[in-house]
């Protein structure tokens, strides 16, 4: 038996229904942060283990039971640490990577901003004198316990395994299919020249780094008849404040900055009036985003440094460098892709993140953890 330890997060009832069925040989145990749930609606399938309860204890004392562990985020050091210190020798544990649970450690910080960002960050945290906390951080040698990294990227793995210095290996796997990740757009095609920049406020977006770019490189003024979009419903407050004042000044009533959550169907609107995506991050992020703007016929800018693009390209989608492709000498710069190139991305998207693709993956890692 393998089990599954989960939180209230978005992913949490996709691994439960696709882990449910009787060969998935698999048991879920859910450990509450409070006593609200605002994401997960499986929960009927899940024993719920509250932290330092006489359940978790219990739960300590019976890790032996199963062949392998699987830990949805290693975010909550203070009830993973325990767990993984306690689990036996014997037993596989696996981590489903999601990412911040590495790139946001104290120790990865300035890592991933770019050089314009990193030094506006700098100001910020020596006026307000800013100290990172660290409580929520597990020990970088529990790492070491780890036997497998679950993520549908060969290059993220290889990242995160390098900036932890660990051995584990490889299984893929990815919360979301095609279909899921798409819903209603299955049969869409972006059709407007509008551009959309970035997921959130997070910093690591590198907003900045990307207006300046398309300063530095006279795209502004090709962007005269667009709409430039820039969702930035949740991060980081001072850098959305900063990110529409600068745009404001960029691209004055033609900056649309979203604010607020916006309903799923007026989200897919927005992306449907979008010829091109542009995501700054250097680290991967926003891969369902990316996914259905290249299944849309967005045309897809990443940094280069992003593990995500040489990702993409390996697997063989169209997609595009901003070091390289973003500036006014690439022929349609704004312009969507061409019908070819879009039913090529989604060959490639369907060859991967089917949901047949993904159950016989899935099972790959069942077998590896039995």
């Known amino acids: 038996m393998i089990l599954h330890l989960l939180t209230d997060e978005k992913f949490t009832d996709y691994a439960i229904a696709q882990f449910s069925a009787p060969e998935m040989m698999s048991e879920f145990v859910f450990v509450p942060s409070n006593n609200m749930m605002e994401h997960v609606k499986l929960i009927e399938q899940c024993t719920i283990v509250r932290q330092k309860s006489p359940e978790f204890y219990a739960l300590l004392n019976r890790l032996d039971q199963y062949t392998g562990i699987i830990f949805h985020g290693l975010f909550w050091g203070q009830w993973q640490t325990p767990i993984l210190q306690k689990v036996p020798k014997n037993v596989k544990v696996a981590w489903m990577f999601w990412g911040g649970d590495i790139y946001s450690r104290h120790e990865f910080n300035n890592l991933f901003l770019a050089p314009i960002t990193r030094f506006a960050n700098w100001l910020h945290k020596r006026k307000r004198n800013i100290k990172v906390s660290t409580a929520w951080e597990i020990s970088l040698s529990l790492f070491n316990r780890i036997d497998y990294c679950l993520t549908d990227a060969n290059e993220e793995y290889m990242l995160g395994k390098t900036l932890i210095g660990c051995r584990f290996e490889h299984l893929w796997y990815n919360y979301y299919s095609i279909e899921e990740t798409i819903g209603a757009l299955a049969d869409k095609q972006c059709c407007g020249s509008n551009v959309l920049i970035g997921n959130s406020s997070a910093i690591k977006n590198n907003h900045l780094d990307v207006l300046w770019r398309l300063q530095k490189r006279g795209l502004v003024r090709c962007l005269r008849d667009s709409k430039v979009i820039i969702p930035l419903s949740y991060g980081d407050q001072w850098i959305r404040n900063l990110v529409i004042k600068v745009g404001k000044w960029m691209f004055e009533n033609r900056l649309l900055a979203l604010t607020d959550y916006m309903p799923r169907d007026e989200y897919n609107a927005l992306m449907l009036s979008c010829s091109t995506m542009i995501i700054g991050y250097t680290q991967p ?39 390289r492709d973003l500036n006014r000498k690439t022929p349609d710069v704004f312009a969507p892709m061409k019908q070819e190139d879009i039913d090529i991305n989604r060959m490639v998207l369907r060859k991967w993140y089917s949901k047949e693709e993904m159950h016989k993956r899935n099972l790959e890692i069942v077998k590896a953890l039995s």
């Not at 995500?308 to 070091?323: A, L, M, N, Q, V």
């Open 285 to 323: 992020a926003a891969q369902g985003n990316i996914i259905t703007a290249l299944w849309l016929g967005m045309r897809v800018y990443l940094n280069e440094k992003n593990a995500s693009y040489d990702y993409f390209k390996r697997i063989g989608c169209k997609i595009f460098s901003i070091e």
